[in-house]
């Protein structure tokens, strides 16, 4: 059995809400879908995805890794500011762990329209923040790439109006200060409070290399930046 290394990180809501694992993206690209629809993508066969499935759900569960020979496993758990854990972010594979991508994540509160950023860099939102610092939503819009609001806002809408557990999933990048892009994707989950009164999104941010988007006036082409 071979299973050639990558970054895979988990959504630990999703999985928790569904009966498989929940894999947010992996190799730094998205994935957002279960562990078994999504093995051979990431080229694991049968017994690859088992060691996979196994492996990740005893780190979810505080248990002893299990031990395979010639396996390399890292990981690194990433909670929301109040304490939920959101990403599991794990290395499985043959080979030795390559420098691993950049994971923010963060929770909405939808009756503030507040969010806290905690994670890996929550500076390259450019906004200023400080890790667990709490700062409204306008805050996202001040350089954000026009083309983005849209899904932003149909986002919120979304999750003004969705059941408990919905995924929402948005590109979306920044030029913070007319610097470089600064490029990301982001999925969360909704919960709702017993009462469904109180709305709150916990989410994953994973920042991308590159991506393709349209730049300056309407009607140019899409290029990657």
Known sequence: MAIKGMWLAVDIIGT???KDVFIHSAGG?????????CAGQ???GKKGEMVVEAVVRSLLAGKEVPKVDGLIVESHQIDASD????ALIVWIGENEPEPRPTYNVWVLDMSAMTTRTSGDDPSMIGDGRE???ERHVQYLFTWLNPEDAWGMVGGYYDALTGEDGMLIQSYWSLRPGGTDFVHMWSSCRL???DDG???TLYGLTLKLQERELVVGSPGRSPVSV
């Open 16 to 18: 928790a809400y569904g």
């Open 29 to 37: 690209e998205r994935v957002a879908t279960t562990l078994p629809r």
């Open 42 to 44: 990431l080229g694991l």
């Open 83 to 86: 304490g939920t854990p959101v």
């Open 131 to 133: 890790a667990g610092e």
């Open 191 to 193: 919960r709702l409070t």
């Open 197 to 199: 009164n109180q709305r």
